[in-house]
């Protein structure tokens, strides 16, 4: 995806475990400090499980790394 960020996978979930994430897929957001700065969904194109919204509304990881490379509270 040419991202311009590192990412982690997770494989024998560590991370997963040590941020104690209780959905698939729930994504954690940290600062260049390692500090937790956003934590939850990516977006809202699902409503339920398997249940897809018709139109992605809500773009929240997005919106969480926007706000963090702007040093703005997430």
Do not use: M, W
Not at 48 to 69: F, G, I, Q, T, Y
């Amino acid at each position: 995806y040419k991202l311009g960020f590192p990412l982690l996978a997770d494989p024998q979930l560590t991370a997963a475990e040590a941020f104690k994430a209780t959905v698939t897929p729930e994504v954690f957001v940290l600062d260049h400090n390692r500090v937790l700065r956003y934590r939850g969904r990516i977006d809202d194109a699902y409503h339920a499980r398997l249940k897809r919204n018709p139109e992605v509304r809500s773009h929240d990881l997005k919106d969480a790394l926007d706000a963090v490379l702007a040093g703005k509270d997430v």
